[in-house]
Nanobody
Framework: QVRLVESGGGLVQAGGSLRLSCAAS???????????MGWYRQAPGKQRELVAS???????NDADSVRGRFTISRDNAKNTVYLQMNSLKPEDTAVYYC????????WGQGTQVTVSS
């Protein structure tokens, strides 16, 4: 089992920045089995969508809507993934969920990001 704990959400004005963190914990075998970590988001009335993901080797996949504004990074030694969000827009408002993929999908509890205009 893997537990994902997110932090860093909040309220920010348009054009501002936030940094999300997600730390994974669990048994050694479960942690080393994680191949991909990433962030999804879900806005009210919308489906959950991928924001960005990163493999253990650093390969990144990100959404067109955030490319150039958001940066995902990963510290394998700390079992932590980060999402640096710059130039935030009101349409970025959503609950952001940390995700980890091994043989199963793991999800964090979600952290609210609200961008005011």
């Amino acid at each position: 089992q893997v537990r994902l704990v997110e932090s860093g959400g909040g309220l920010v004005q348009a054009g501002g920045s936030l940094r999300l963190s997600c730390a994974a914990s669990g048994s050694i075998n479960s942690i080393i089995s994680i191949s991909v970590m990433g962030w999804y988001r879900q806005a009210p009335g919308k489906q959950r969508e991928l924001v960005a993901s990163i493999t253990r080797n650093g390969r990144i996949n990100d959404a067109d809507s955030v490319r150039g504004r958001f940066t995902i990074s990963r510290d394998n030694a700390k079992n932590t993934v980060y999402l640096q969000m710059n130039s935030l827009k009101p349409e970025d408002t959503a609950v952001y969920y940390c995700h980890a993929l091994s043989s199963v999908n793991y999800w964090g509890q979600g952290t609210q990001v609200t961008v005011s205009s």
